[in-house]
């Protein structure tokens, strides 16, 4: 079975027009199939010269349609222009149309459109690729700016390009000391200009901006419980903003998201909420930060012992954080060097 390739310019009318013909084909004829190689200026003149030196054709201008037996990337057997694509389609399938002038600049015009858009769509993928995409969510926090900078000089979390933060917090639509203090936050990071002169922290308007493309998400909302609350009323404020969160998850995240709870409030609660309803996203990747509930027993204990914090390791922790938890300070592990 023969696989067909298109190649040529974006803005030429004869390649929209081969275009044209071969997804035809390729609707009507289930063994038809085909692929399109586009490129433009001088990539496009090029790769023509490159074509006919290591195939020995001799084309000059595009397009230029070759067929390929039994598997894509096998021997090339050289149809032509459009006018021997046109004779080898009317032999082989008996297809004849005659497609008018001003039709074929309006199909090239399209075509044009398409493949710009395209393009600077798979340039956006590449930057993507080549930064790491941080949300701060409860962004309106004052240890945000701290966070960041501290994230800054992680010399593994950097990509090629560095790292871009997006802010967020859900008071951003209803308070304007929050839009300012997210801006001052973004405006601050921006002007130390880590990663050469581009803007790395930005303010995200919705959910939505917040989750699409990240890869961290920081959750550091505070979502402590309130005088007038009681327990129930608390963790069913916390569990709705959970099922808000995993909504916009499941929309609109990357598959590889990876989540950090560290927020005031019982953090390990809404981590175990996002575990039961994000169903995009691996459950390895939601994690609750609890260390810093067990480091105050650490210090205490090496006073008491004199064994230096640095041979020590943190206590488990055990239960919610926030809620009710047990930090089992008794198991405490010693670290020494033994000599026998």
Request: with cysteine; aromatic share 12%.
């Amino acid at each position: 079975m023969p696989y067909f390739v298109i190649s040529g310019e974006p803005r030429c009318p004869n390649y929209a027009h081969a275009l044209v013909v071969a997804h035809y084909l390729s609707e009507k004829l289930p063994n038809f199939i085909y692929k399109k190689i586009e490129m433009d200026g001088l990539d496009w003149a090029e790769y023509v010269d490159k074509l006919n030196k290591q195939n020995k054709w001799y084309i000059a201008k595009g397009p230029v349609v070759w067929k390929e037996i039994n598997m894509w990337g096998g021997k090339r057997y050289l149809i032509g222009g459009l006018g021997e694509f046109w004779e080898y389609v009317y032999c082989y399938y008996g297809l004849e149309s005659i497609i008018p002038k001003s039709d074929l600049l309006k199909l090239a015009n399209d075509n044009l459109k398409f493949y710009e858009e395209h393009h600077q769509q798979a340039m956006h993928k590449q930057k993507e690729k080549n930064v790491r995409n941080i949300t701060i969510y409860g962004a309106c926090a004052f240890d945000n700016p701290f966070i960041m900078m501290n994230l800054i000089e992680i010399p593994d979390l950097s990509k090629t390009r560095g790292i871009d933060f997006k802010l967020f917090d859900r008071s951003w639509g209803h308070s304007e000391k929050c839009k300012q203090l997210l801006r001052d936050d973004a405006e601050f990071i921006n002007d130390q200009r880590v990663f050469g002169a581009r803007d790395i922290a930005h303010v995200a308007k919705d959910e939505r901006e917040a989750i699409e493309d990240c890869d961290v998400l920081i959750y550091i909302e505070n979502c402590s419980k309130q005088h007038e609350e009681d327990e129930d009323t608390w963790l069913n404020r916390c569990y709705r903003n959970m099922l808000q969160l995993s909504d916009t998850i499941n929309r609109y995240a990357k598959r590889t998201l990876l989540i950090i709870m560290n927020n005031p409030g019982p953090s390990c609660f809404m981590a175990s909420c996002l575990v039961d309803t994000c169903t995009k996203i691996k459950l390895s990747n939601i994690v609750a930060v609890t260390a810093h509930e067990g480091l105050p027993f650490v210090r205490l204990v090496s006073e008491k012992t004199g064994v230096p914090i640095c041979k020590m390791s943190a206590p488990a922790v055990w239960g919610f954080v926030g809620i009710h938890s047990f930090v089992d300070s008794r198991n405490i592990v010693f670290k020494a060097d033994m000599l026998r």
